[in-house]
């Protein structure tokens, strides 16, 4: 048994803090500030659920429907899945994935961070 701080990264939209990196399994904390956005991505191998602690986010697909989750709500992403996350209001996610956490094809970034850009 190993207590340690989590390690906080910082992005343009927030930040995340990584509760967990092991070999099997990732566990993070997504604060997303209100009216930012992630890109436009998917994962290659990558799957992820999702549970919002706190705010209303809406996920953006790549056909462009919208599903709007409140506190309480959860998702599954699984790889080749294109989606975006947008925080209508101030938001907190808990999220657990696989454990590449690299593992991200960006289509569209306000930020400059798309392959593409």
């Given at each position: 048994?190993?207590?340690?701080?989590?390690?906080?990264v910082?992005?343009?939209?927030?930040?995340?803090?990584?509760?967990?990196?092991?070999?099997e399994?990732?566990?993070?904390?997504l604060?997303?500030?209100?009216?930012?956005?992630?890109?436009?991505?998917?994962?290659?191998?990558?799957?992820?659920?999702?549970?919002?602690?706190?705010?209303?986010?809406?996920?953006?697909?790549?056909?462009?429907?919208?599903?709007?989750?409140?506190?309480?709500?959860?998702?599954?992403?699984?790889?080749?899945?294109?989606?975006?996350?947008?925080?209508?209001?101030?938001?907190?996610?808990?999220?657990?994935?696989?454990?590449?956490?690299?593992?991200?094809?960006?289509?569209?970034?306000?930020?400059?961070?798309?392959?593409?850009?």
């Open positions: 048994m190993e207590i340690k701080k989590p390690k906080i910082e992005k343009p939209w927030g930040r995340e803090i990584w509760l967990a990196h092991e070999g399994y990732a566990g993070k904390i604060e997303i500030k209100k009216d930012e956005q992630s890109s436009l991505q998917y994962h290659e191998i990558k799957k992820e659920s999702m549970y919002v602690l706190e705010g209303t986010m809406k996920i953006i697909t790549e056909d462009g429907s919208e599903h709007i989750l409140n506190a309480g709500d959860s998702i599954t992403i699984l790889p080749g899945e294109v989606h975006r996350l947008y925080a209508i209001e101030d938001l907190r996610i808990i999220e657990v994935s696989t454990p590449e956490l690299d593992d991200v094809v960006r289509l569209e970034d306000k930020y400059g961070r798309a392959q593409n850009q």
